[in-house]
């Protein structure tokens, strides 16, 4: 089984993700951001980078989307394929950061590797507003996410919301986590693996 989790930069994924693969013993997928090579020089200058950075991502995605269709093991993925292109993508391609050729030529690409993906079995998408982002940026002090533009994330909240009720065709559980804080408070993470436990299993 795979299971992604979806959502605006600061949303808590990563959070949820190491959360819900030690309750269920599932095995956690993370998004290669850390060790990206092109992540700092991206936020320093967009346009610049913004190519670079999305084709280092779609191949990274890829390599997981196989790994993943290979394990026999429950998978839970920080961040799918989907999002890097229907949200991050189009939205620098909407912002002029990255130029039609460009944009063409990454479609072109995509559209080869998804002959070989298929959706998740559950997409569980961390719904946020603009302030309870900027608050989780800036509460976690990566230097390089400082300089994030609130353009930047507005932009990425829309493409989100066109991508999870317009164009994505696989089973959702949409959480609101504004005044939620699953980390800390047990009732808060409770609460969505009840939601799981009914989306998944059929309990409750």
């Known amino acids: 089984m795979h299971i992604g989790v979806a959502g605006n930069i600061g949303s808590g994924k ?14 956690p997928k993370y998004e290669a951001v850390t060790y990206n090579p092109f992540l700092e ?8 980078w913004s190519f670079n950075l999305e084709v280092y991502f779609l ?7 196989m790994e993943i269709a290979k394990s026999r093991n429950t998978i839970i993925q920080d961040r799918t394929i989907f999002e890097g292109v229907y ?6 391609y909407e912002m002029g950061n990255l130029s039609k050729r460009d944009f063409d ?7 080869v590797v998804m002959q070989a993906v298929k959706a998740p079995d559950l997409l569980i998408y ?7 982002l900027v608050d989780q940026i800036q509460k976690r002090g990566r230097e390089y996410e400082q300089s994030i533009s609130l353009d930047y994330l507005r932009g990425l909240n829309d493409r989100y919301e066109k991508f999870i009720n317009e164009l ?13 804080d699953f980390e800390h408070n047990p009732e808060d993470f409770s609460m969505i693996v009840d939601k799981i436990d009914a989306q998944l299993f059929g309990l409750f």
């Open 168 to 180: 994505y065709g696989g089973e959702v559980l949409t959480i609101a986590v504004d005044d939620l």
């Open 41 to 48: 020089d991206y936020y320093k200058d967009i346009p610049r």
């Open 59 to 65: 191949t990274q995605r890829l390599k997981d989307v």
């Open 105 to 111: 030529a990454y479609m072109d690409l995509f559209k």
């Open 87 to 92: 949200v991050f993508v189009a939205n620098n």
């Open 126 to 132: 961390l719904k946020s507003s603009i302030p309870h």
């Open 14 to 27: 990563t959070t949820l993700t190491r959360m819900l693969s030690e309750h269920y013993g599932w095995e």
